[in-house]
T-cell receptor
Framework: DQQVKQNSPSLSVQEGRISILNCDYTNSMFDYFLWYKKYPAEGPTFLISISSIKDKNEDGRFTVFLNKSAKHLSLHIVPSQPGDSAVYFCAASGDGGTSYGKLTFGQGTILTVHP | NAGVTQTPKFQVLKTGQSMTLQCAQDMNHNSMYWYRQDPGMGLRLIYYSASEGTTDKGEVPNGYNVSRLNKREFSLRLESAAPSQTSVYFC?????????????FGQGTRLTVV
């Protein structure tokens, strides 16, 4: 049962354009969502997060949008740069019931930004 | 500040051998996690420890055991390695006493079972 899903395995964009990465979740107990970036041969690094009480959070070129009714979140990168090329994972956590402390990840999306 | 340290970085095992992956964090975090990363499967949670003294199964616990030795250390043991356990393993920690925080990851252990 994949509770966090990233249905696009890969995304290719031109430098300077917008990159939009999507993520869907099924567990309504999730109340905190995160995006991570991963380069080859390195551990994932935290990028940006959003609490379920918000619908948008911005940090420089990165913006995360949350649509709770649709159980959907997205990460926007504007403008995209070649150094943004990496695997992006979304993750979710929630403290309800048996989920206390659990952090669940999606399958990842490979972003390639072409110069 | 080292963050999350995993050892070893690389390991080759024969089928049936056992080994323990070590993880230590120096951030005084309460929660620790073990994930495996496989192509197309993302990061799948093996076991986690929400706080010292507790451990819980994640999505793919079969074939693994864990020990939360103390607040700093969380080890993952393969009792009888199988080729299906060939993967990259990541340990992570998180300060769960602070609501809604990010997890910090180690550099990973690349394990090959032949």
């Amino acid at each position: 049962d994949q509770q966090v899903k990233q249905n696009s395995p890969s995304l290719s964009v031109q430098e300077g354009r917008i990159s939009i990465l999507n993520c869907d979740y099924t567990n309504s107990m999730f109340d905190y969502f995160l995006w991570y970036k991963k380069y080859p041969a390195e551990g994932p690094t935290f990028l940006i997060s959003i609490s379920s009480i918000k619908d948008k959070n911005e940090d420089g070129r990165f913006t995360v949008f949350l649509n709770k009714s649709a159980k959907h979140l997205s990460l926007h990168i504007v403008p995209s740069q070649p150094g943004d090329s990496a695997v992006y994972f979304c993750a979710a956590s929630g403290d309800g019931g048996t989920s206390y402390g659990k952090l669940t990840f999606g399958q990842g999306t490979i972003l390639t930004v072409h110069p | 500040n080292a963050g999350v340290t995993q050892t070893p970085k690389f390991q080759v095992l024969k089928t049936g051998q056992s080994m323990t992956l070590q993880c230590a964090q120096d951030m005084n975090h309460n929660s620790m996690y073990w994930y495996r990363q496989d192509p197309g499967m993302g990061l799948r949670l093996i076991y986690y420890s929400a706080s010292e003294g507790t451990t819980d199964k994640g999505e793919v616990p079969n074939g693994y055991n864990v020990s939360r030795l103390n607040k700093r250390e969380f080890s993952l043991r393969l009792e009888s390695a199988a080729p299906s356990q060939t993967s990259v393993y990541f340990c992570a920690s998180r300060d769960k006493l602070l609501l809604n925080t990010e997890a910090f990851f180690g550099q990973g252990t690349r394990l090959t079972v032949v």
